[in-house]
Each structure stands twice: as C-alpha cells, then as structure tokens.
C-alpha cells in the first residue's frame, strides 16, 4: 500500500512539473504583441498556485474512476474564470485545458501503474 501511494505521489508531482513546463512554453510565445513585437509582462505566480491545486483534486478523482466530479471541477473553474477571462482569455483557457489533459493523462498512468503493482502482490 506504501508503495501504491508513493507512486500516487510521484505521478502528482510529475503532473505538475509537466503541466508547468508545457504552460509556460505555450504562454511564452503568446507574450510577444504581433502588432508591436513587444514583450507582454510576465505571468504572476498565482497561476501556478491555482494549477496546482487544481491538479490535486483532478488526479484523485481520475485515479479514483471519479470522471464526473472531473467534469464538474472543470466547469467551476470555466464559470468562476469568467472575470479573469476578460483581461487574457487565451492564456487563461490554454492553462486550464493544458493543466486538466496533463492531470487526466497522468491520473490515467497512475491508475494503470497501481493496478500492475497490486496485480504484482496479489500473484
């Protein structure tokens, strides 16, 4: 079980680390203004909280079989970013939609990794 939960743990950090890094090289040639060619201020920190946390809860329930509670994480976040969508809608649909696939693909490896490893013990 120990074992199960440190691969749990280990998809969850490699889902943010990832997340993180395709986000911020999408983002990174969206901050360049076609029109003027200038370099836009660089994104606050507070995203990469927010996706954090956001990704917790995401893997969980995909490891958990839970889609639904998934599909309705994404719909809180879409409805509440309603406000934050009007200054940067690109930045902010492009972190949300990348962070929620990395989550949902590691989720997915995580739970094909603990059913090998239970299988493993239960032989």
């Known amino acids: 079980m120990v074992f199960a939960i440190s691969r749990a743990?280990?998809?969850?950090?490699?889902?943010?680390?990832t997340s993180t890094i395709i986000i911020r090289y999408i983002l990174s040639g969206l901050a360049t203004d076609p029109d003027?060619?200038?370099?836009?201020k660089p994104l606050p920190s507070t995203g990469f909280v927010i996706g954090f946390f956001e990704t917790i809860p995401t893997l969980v329930f995909v490891i958990e079989r839970e889609y639904t509670a998934v599909?309705?994480?994404?719909?809180?976040?879409?409805?509440?970013?309603r406000t934050l969508m009007s200054g940067r809608p690109t930045h902010y649909l492009i972190g949300t939609l990348c962070n929620f696939s990395v989550a949902i693909l590691f989720g997915v490896l995580a739970r094909i990794w603990m059913s090998k490893f239970l299988a493993m013990l239960l032989v």
């Open 71 to 81: 599909a309705i994480l994404l719909a809180a976040k879409l409805l509440m970013g």
């Open 36 to 40: 003027t060619g200038e370099q836009s």
């Open 9 to 17: 743990l280990v998809c969850l950090l490699l889902s943010v680390l």
